[in-house]
């Protein structure tokens, strides 16, 4: 299995661009609650918890997170546990509002990854790996971390691999 700096090195290599890594810190997100809130349905409550298939995709990445770092994973267990409440409170709603929301956060969301990417200039990491798409998240909180001056061991092996951020030039049409 790869290690964290494996997975976030790989993910950062294709997120050089500041502009496009500020737009994933407003795209990835909305991305994670819109899926979360898609798979809210079908769903029960159970002792005041809403479970649901995203219960346990969350459930699933979860492990995943603290698999390759306890301190990454806990953070991501808490931010899913706030994907899943947020789910649940659109997800009990009427339908047009569960289904508008859900789908109006993954358009909106993909639509900044998008631009994000168009300032990089290259594809989205998962078109190459599909678990850029599980990485995605991570790499953001990561870069949160290290924007707070934390993980500065992790950050240093990103920048080694993967190279520094710059804001890169607009490509000459030919």
């Not at 929301?101 to 990491?125: C, D, N, T």
């Not at 678990?131 to 934390?150: C, K, R, T």
């Amino acid at each position: 299995m790869k290690t964290l700096v494996d997975h976030l090195a790989q993910y950062a290599a294709y997120h050089r661009d500041q502009r496009n890594i500020l737009s994933h810190f407003i795209g990835i997100p909305l991305i994670v609650v819109a899926v979360a809130v898609l798979l809210s349905r079908p769903g029960v409550e159970v002792l005041g918890l809403w479970l649901a298939p995203a219960t346990l995709v969350s459930l699933a990445a979860a492990l995943f997170y603290l698999r390759l770092d306890l301190r990454f994973g806990l953070l991501m267990t808490l931010l899913l546990g706030l994907s899943l409440w947020a789910a649940a409170c659109l997800a009990v709603q009427s339908t047009m509002v569960w289904l508008g929301s859900g789908i109006g956060l993954f358009v909106i969301g993909w639509a900044i990854q998008f631009v994000g990417h168009y300032w990089e200039g290259r594809k989205p990491a998962f078109v190459d790996d599909v678990m850029g798409l599980v990485i995605g998240p991570l790499f953001v909180a990561a870069e949160a971390a290290f924007l707070l001056g934390l993980r500065k061991e992790v950050e240093q092996v990103i920048l080694e691999r993967a190279g520094p951020t710059c804001i890169r030039e607009k490509h000459a049409n030919a």
